[in-house]
C-alpha cells in the first residue's frame, strides 16, 4: 500500500490473489476489493471451503478514486488516477486516466491531462 491512501470502509478479501493500492488513491463508502473467488463448482456446504487458487490479483494506480459502493473483482488494474462511478462492478482493466461507470464498468470518458 502506498503512501496517503484512504479506504475509509472498504473491505480486501485477498484470499485468492494480492490487492496492490498505489499513493494517493482513496475510496468512497463500502468499497469491495475482492481478489478472493470461490468455486462455484462445489456443492453444499463445500462450497463455503472452497477457495480458487491464486491469480486474481487487484492492482489500483496512483491517485485512483473508486466513488462509494465499488465493486472491484480481480483479476484487474484500474490505472493511475482513474475514477470509477459510484456503484459501478468493475470486472476488467481500466486504463489510466479513464472514467468508468455502469455494470459491468465501462469507460465514459477520459480525464484531460
Known sequence: M???VALNNAVLNCLGGDITIGSGAFCGHNVLLLAGKHDYGAL???RQSAIAGDGHDITIGEGAW???NVTVLGP???GEHAVIAAGAV???DIPAFAV???IPARVIK???R
Do not use: E, M, N, Y
Open 2 to 4: 502506498g503512501s496517503d
Open 44 to 46: 453444499g456446504v463445500d
Open 66 to 68: 473508486l466513488a462509494s
Open 76 to 78: 484487474c488494474t484500474i
Open 90 to 92: 468493475v470486472t476488467s
Open 100 to 102: 468508468a461507470a455502469g
Open 110 to 112: 477520459q480525464i484531460p
